[in-house]
């Protein structure tokens, strides 16, 4: 008997791959793997060159088309246009977040205000915004996902008002689950562990991150793209129908641990905790 993939006739937008490295990129392979035909908005000329040589490799020619979500009006005229194209949208992987990284060091009290404005503007009313957009062309059982990190939860060296940005993204991904779900469309955050992704870079010691979240992590490993992307599958598939307003952890259990894993305190001839 042949079985059907998850996705097949479903139709939707990734907002936010910047390049193979990307989460965004694990996601879309993921979807195309399951059937699904997607969309890939690009933010400029220079960013669409960079999408051009992934969208070749998906099984399901992609729509590539431009917007740039610190211009509403281009927000509106993406969805606009795909829910000409389609007539429904199925599905938005929202996968976008910036913040001056130089602003990343330090204090997190000497951000300026102008960073604050577009470090939220861009990380979470860019959410907000792509919610409203799409939802006259959502289709009834559709779903939302955006990407978190626990930044959002905790405080961690080098994220700064990034955590601000993504405590607020998690409390916007509640209230559009509310609004959203009156017309029976899911909304969730995916809050993955730390991946080396082009956004990543901008993080001081992010390999350091990368080692403790390791050692540490209850499954003693770093997070993939590409569980992350099978991850973020199960909440825009059938697989996820009855899950809305959540914000689930996929990172090997790391979000659990309150105390360093003690066997693992000194490793590689390097002290990390001493007792």
């Known amino acids: 008997m042949t079985v059907e993939p998850l996705m097949a006739g479903k139709k939707g937008l990734i907002m936010g791959l910047a390049n193979d490295k990307s989460i ?3 996601i879309a392979q993921a979807l195309d793997a399951q059937g699904a035909e997607i969309a890939i908005s690009y933010q400029n ?10 969208a070749e490799k998906l099984s399901i020619e992609p729509t590539l088309i431009k917007c740039d979500v610190s211009d509403s009006k281009s927000v509106e005229d993406c969805f606009k246009a795909l829910g000409e194209k389609w007539g429904k949208i199925d599905f938005v992987v929202h996968a976008i977040g910036f913040s001056d ?9 000497d951000t300026t205000l102008d960073n604050f404005l577009n470090t939220m503007h861009i990380s979470c009313y860019s959410f907000i915004e792509a919610c409203r957009c799409a939802s006259p062309y959502m289709s009834e059982k559709g779903s939302i996902v955006t990407l978190s990190y626990l930044g959002s939860e905790r405080v961690l060296p080098n994220y700064n008002i990034m955590g601000v940005a993504k405590a607020g993204l998690e409390a916007a991904v509640r209230y559009a689950s509310v609004d959203m779900g009156r017309q029976g469309v899911r909304v969730n955050a995916i809050s993955a562990g730390p991946i080396k992704t082009l ?14 979240n390791e050692l540490n992590a209850p499954l003693q490993a770093n997070v993939t793209q ?30 659990v641990i309150s105390m360093i894993n003690l066997a693992n305190a000194k490793e590689s001839g390097e002290v990390l905790c001493e007792f």
């Open 101 to 109: 990284k130089d602003q990343l060091k330090g204090r997190m009290i």
């Open 226 to 255: 590409e569980q992350v992307g099978r991850a973020t599958l199960a909440l825009l598939s059938p697989l996820g129908e009855a899950i809305t307003g959540e914000v689930i952890h996929v990172d090997n259990g790391y979000n």
């Open 24 to 26: 965004a990129w694990g």
């Open 199 to 212: 956004a990543a870079s901008g993080i001081g010691d992010f390999r350091k991150i990368l080692r403790w």
């Open 45 to 54: 000329e220079a960013l669409e060159k960079r999408v051009i040589p992934l």
